[in-house]
């Protein structure tokens, strides 16, 4: 399997591509795939996803399950 990477833009910085440490996935009231975490530097990140991507993430390691 491909490895999956995680990544948001980062508001604070104008960083774009930014990885996400520490990564927790949950779902929306609508049924979407929200990732939450943080850049390491104390900035909180949080980027939405596909039903793919997000269960490939969980099943890897990347992140944890939040719902």
């Known amino acids: 399997m491909a490895e ?7 508001v604070k ?3 774009k ?11 929306t009231a609508k049924g979407a795939y929200m990732v939450q975490g943080h850049d390491g530097k104390g900035n ?3 980027t ?3 039903e793919e991507k997000a269960l490939a993430a969980i099943k890897s ?7």
């Open 4 to 10: 999956v990477n995680l990544t948001a833009y980062n």
């Open 13 to 15: 910085t104008k960083e």
């Open 17 to 27: 591509n930014v990885p996400i440490q520490d990564a927790v996935i949950t779902k």
């Open 44 to 46: 909180k990140l949080t």
């Open 48 to 50: 939405l996803c596909n």
């Open 61 to 67: 390691g990347v992140a944890k399950q939040g719902w």
